[in-house]
């Protein structure tokens, strides 16, 4: 069954009102047929992207406290030691995944366990594969407290398009993998960070699916 996330209601509904409205206006105000057709082609279209965006697909997730599963879907695009300097300081293994605009835009947590800290940053919005894009544009950081893996970090990243990011951690709330934990609108980036020496399932240029690929396991 198709189902779409909480967070592109109003938005659907609003569409579907708007297009609705366009293709009664255009048999009504248009005579030649052809470009009244044209119009509510276009309409239609506009609705389906929409519809697209904000799907919300079932996904079962194995929960599994030896593995880290995958956020988001899309592509990865960086496996690489650096420095992490907002909660960690100190080395990290990150793995980032870019979401296009074509991707399910439906965050998920990646492990079980209590949330130990969470922050929202405003700023920027670069290109979400820019370098510095983790540093400066807007984005919110969610760390939380696993069995087998300790402290995990993922970070939701706003891209160009992306103006929104909503995420429904809490310090202190338990989360359960492959739960939903956010959205970001309009395509973006969420990047893990894993202790150094973490065993990855993955390597770059994967493409992955969020709630059920496997990013790295003990």
Not at 8 to 22: Q, R
Not at 41 to 64: A, S, Y
Not at 118 to 136: M, Q, R, T
Not at 184 to 206: A, E, H, M, Y
Request: proline share 4%; glycine share 6%; aromatic share 12%.
């Amino acid at each position: 069954m198709l189902s779409f996330h909480r967070e592109g209601y109003k938005i659907i509904v609003f569409t579907f009102l708007i297009v609705l409205s366009g293709i009664l206006l255009s048999e009504r105000l248009i005579e030649l047929y052809w470009f009244q057709k044209v119009i509510q082609t276009i309409l239609l279209f506009f609705l389906i992207i929409v519809l697209q965006f904000f799907r919300n697909p079932k996904r079962v997730t194995e929960i599994n406290d030896t593995q880290i599963i995958a956020p988001v879907d899309g592509k990865v695009v960086v496996v690489e030691e650096v420095e992490e300097p907002e909660y960690f300081k100190g080395k990290r293994l990150q793995v980032s995944i870019f979401m296009s605009p074509f991707n399910v835009h439906s965050n998920r947590n990646p492990v079980s366990g209590v949330v130990k800290f969470f922050k929202y940053h405003p700023g920027l919005f670069l290109v979400a594969w820019h370098p510095k894009s983790s540093e400066e544009n807007e984005r919110t950081t969610v760390v939380v407290s696993s069995k087998k893996f300790g402290n995990v970090l993922h970070r939701q990243i706003a891209g160009a398009l992306a103006r929104r990011i909503v995420n429904y951690a809490e310090k202190g709330q338990q989360v359960t993998q492959g739960s939903d934990s956010g959205f970001i609108k309009f395509g973006s980036r969420v990047d893990v960070f894993l202790p150094v020496g973490t065993k990855l399932d993955v390597k770059l240029n994967d493409v992955v699916k969020g709630g059920t690929s496997i990013l790295a396991s003990i």
